[in-house]
C-alpha cells in the first residue's frame, strides 16, 4: 500500500467518525427548538434518500433488488430506526457524550451475538473486553457529582446499541448482498417510512399547538432548523457513510474501524465544549475503559 492511498484512506476514515460523531449537536439543537424525534428522523431519512439516490444515479448504479432481498432489507430498516430512535430519545435523559460511549460497546454486543447463536469462539479477548465494558458502564452510570444518571436514558442508548449490532449482524449474514450504497438507499427508504408511522404513536399532548408538514411530521419554520437537519442529512448520513465504505477500501476495515472511535471521542467534545455537559476523572476512566474493549474486540476479530 503506498503513502498517498494510506494517507487517503485514514483522511476518509476520520472524517466518517467525527462526522458521524457530530449527531448529538443537530438532535439536541433541533429538540431545544420544539422538533420532535420522529420529525427529525423523517426530514434527516428522506434528505439522506434523495442525496444518495443522486449519487447512485451519478454512478449509473442499479436500484434493482429481488423479493427476498426486498425483505432483509426491511428488517434492516427496522432495526436501524429503532437503533436511531432509541439514541435519540436518550439525549433527553443522559448526556450526549455518556450516550455516544455507550453506543460504542455495539461491536462487543456483535461478538456476544455471534458466539451464542453462531458458534463463534469466545476467548480470553471477548470476555476481557466484557469486562472492561461492564466496568467503563458502570463509571459512566454516575454523572460528574458522582449521582446516578437515568436509568432510563442508558437503557434506551444500550437499546440503540443492541438494535445497532443486530443491524451489522443481519448485514454480514446477508445472501447475495446488494452493494452497500444500495442496502443504505433502501434501508433510509424505510427509516423515512417508518419515522412517519412512529410520529402517529406521539400523544396528543406532545404535539399540541405546532404546525404539520403533513400527518404528524412538523413544518420546520425556522433557517436554524433546516440547517440541523441539513446537517444531519449531508454529513452525519451521507457523507459519513460514503467516507467510510472508501476508507475500507482503501486502507482495510481493521484501521476503519480503530479509527471509529473518534466518533465517541467526537460526542464528548461536542458535549463537553458546545452543549456544556458536565467532565470528571470518572467519566474520563469509563470512557477510556469503554474504548479499550472495544479496540481489542476489533484486534481480535481482525487479527
Known amino acids: ?92 435523559y443522559i448526556d450526549a457524550g455518556v450516550a455516544s460511549t455507550l453506543l460504542f460497546s455495539y461491536p462487543i454486543i456483535v461478538a456476544v451475538i455471534m458466539a451464542l447463536f453462531f458458534g463463534e469462539r469466545a476467548g480470553v479477548g471477548t470476555i476481557i473486553s466484557i469486562a472492561l465494558s461492564l466496568a467503563g458502564v458502570g463509571l459512566l452510570y454516575r454523572g460528574a457529582d458522582g449521582a446516578l444518571i437515568s436509568t432510563l436514558g442508558v437503557a434506551l442508548v444500550m437499546a440503540s446499541s443492541l438494535s445497532y449490532a443486530l443491524y451489522i449482524v443481519v448485514v454480514n449474514k446477508f445472501p447475495q448482498r446488494p452493494a452497500s450504497i444500495t442496502i443504505t438507499f433502501y434501508v433510509l427508504i424505510v427509516c423515512a417510512l417508518a419515522s412517519l408511522l412512529f410520529s402517529y404513536m406521539l400523544p396528543h399532548s406532545a404535539t399540541a399547538g405546532k404546525e404539520f ?7 420546520l419554520t425556522s433557517l436554524s432548523a433546516w440547517g440541523w437537519v441539513i446537517m444531519l442529512s449531508l454529513l452525519c448520513s451521507v457523507i459519513a457513510l460514503l467516507f467510510m465504505a472508501k476508507a475500507s477500501k482503501e486502507i482495510g476495515p481493521t484501521p476503519t474501524a480503530i479509527l471509529g472511535a473518534l ?41
Open 1 to 92: 500500500m503506498n503513502i498517498e492511498k494510506r494517507a487517503k484512506g485514514y483522511f476518509f476514515a476520520i472524517i466518517s467518525a467525527i462526522f458521524y460523531g457530530l449527531n448529538p449537536l443537530g438532535a439536541v439543537f433541533l429538540n431545544r427548538e420544539g422538533v420532535d424525534v420522529p420529525t427529525i428522523l423523517f426530514y434527516r431519512n428522506l434528505l439522506a434518500v434523495i442525496l444518495l439516490g443522486g449519487v447512485m444515479l451519478l454512478q449509473r448504479r442499479s436500484f434493482r433488488i429481488n423479493l427476498k432481498q426486498a425483505a432483509l432489507l426491511l428488517l434492516l430498516g427496522v432495526l436501524f430506526i429503532v437503533s436511531s430512535i432509541t439514541l435519540y430519545y436518550s439525549y433527553m
Open 213 to 219: 408538514l403533513f400527518g404528524r411530521i412538523q413544518l
Open 263 to 303: 466518533e465517541p471521542v467526537t460526542g464528548v467534545v461536542v458535549g463537553v465544549l458546545v452543549l456544556n455537559e458536565e467532565f470528571s476523572l470518572r467519566f474520563a476512566a469509563g470512557i477510556v475503559l469503554v474504548l479499550s474493549s472495544v479496540l481489542i474486540i476489533i484486534g481480535k476479530k481482525n487479527g
